[in-house]
C-alpha cells in the first residue's frame, strides 16, 4: 500500500524549525524579518504570494531531503533534527558528515542510483540493479569502491569476470574498463563510494535509462 505524505504537517513543522533556527542564529533580528526569509524561501516564482501548491512543494521538499533511506516513510526525529542541526551549522564551523546505517539504507533502496552524501574528496552512492540489469560498462578517471549488500552478480575489471554476492568489494582503481552486473533472480542492492566525487549531490535516478538520459556530473557542490 502506498504511504500517505501530508506534505501541508510537514511544511508547517519544517517552517516552525527553521523559524526557531533563525532566531538562534540572529538574535537581534525582529519576527517580521525571520517571518519574510521564510516566506520569501516559499514564494519560488516571486509575485508576493505563496499558493497553497507552493506550500506543499516547500514541505515535498524538504520531506525529501529528510527522507535519507527513500523508503518513503515519515521523518524520524533523528531525521529532522539532522536537517534542524544542517541549518544551525551553515556558518560553516561544524561539519556533520554522514553517520547512518550504510547497510540498512542500500537494502532498502529501490533507486538505480541515489547520491546521499557528497563531500570534498569523496561521494557515497546507493545503487540497485534489477535481476539481469546491469550499470553498464565504464571508465572513470578516478577510483572506486563498491560494496554488495545483497544478491549476485559480477565484477568485470578490464574484462576479467569474478562472481560476487552480499559482503563482496570491488575496488576499481582509476582507468579501469568496468561494469556490475546482476546475475540473479532477485535485486542487486549495493553502495558506492567515488573519489573524489562524480555526480551531482542529490542526484535520484530511478532507472538506468534515466541515469544515461542525464548529462549529469559533479558541479563542485558538496553536501555541506
Same mark, same amino acid.
Given at each position: ?37 521564510? !516566506?520569501?524561501? #516559499? $514564494?519560488? /516564482?516571486? &509575485? *508576493? ?6 506550500? @506543499? ?5 524538504? !520531506?525529501?531531503? #529528510? $527522507?535519507? /533511506?527513500? &523508503? *518513503? ?6 531525521? @529532522? ?144
Amino acid at each position: 500500500m502506498k504511504k500517505s505524505i501530508n506534505y501541508l504537517a510537514i511544511t508547517t513543522c519544517f517552517c516552525f524549525m527553521l523559524g526557531t533556527t533563525l532566531a538562534q542564529a540572529n538574535p537581534d533580528s525582529s519576527q517580521d524579518n525571520m517571518h519574510d526569509q521564510i !516566506f520569501k524561501t #516559499m $514564494d519560488t /516564482n516571486s &509575485d *508576493g504570494m505563496v499558493t497553497r501548491d507552493e506550500f @506543499i512543494r516547500f514541505g515535498k521538499k524538504k !520531506f525529501q531531503e #529528510m $527522507d535519507v /533511506n527513500g &523508503d *518513503g516513510g515519515s521523518p524520524s526525529a533523528r531525521s @529532522i533534527h539532522n536537517v534542524r542541526q544542517q541549518k544551525s551549522n551553515e556558518g560553516g564551523s561544524v561539519m556533520k558528515g554522514f553517520v547512518q546505517n550504510i547497510e540498512s539504507i542500500a537494502v532498502k533502496n529501490e533507486e538505480f542510483r541515489r547520491v546521499l552524501y557528497t563531500a570534498k574528496n569523496c561521494q557515497l552512492v546507493v545503487m540497485a540493479l534489477k535481476p539481469k540489469g546491469e550499470i553498464g560498462m565504464e571508465v572513470h578517471k578516478l577510483d572506486q569502491f563498491f560494496r554488495v549488500e545483497e544478491g549476485t552478480g559480477e565484477a568485470v575489471l578490464d574484462g576479467v569476470r569474478t562472481a560476487i554476492s552480499a559482503g563482496f568489494a570491488v575496488l576499481v582503481p582509476a582507468g579501469t574498463n568496468h561494469n556490475i552486473i546482476n546475475t540473479g533472480s532477485v535485486p542487486m542492492k549495493l553502495y558506492t563510494l567515488y573519489a573524489p566525487p562524480n555526480h551531482r549531490d542529490g542526484v535520484v535516478h530511478h532507472t538506468r535509462e534515466d541515469a544515461e538520459a542525464d548529462n549529469e556530473h559533479f558541479d563542485g557542490k558538496t553536501t555541506e
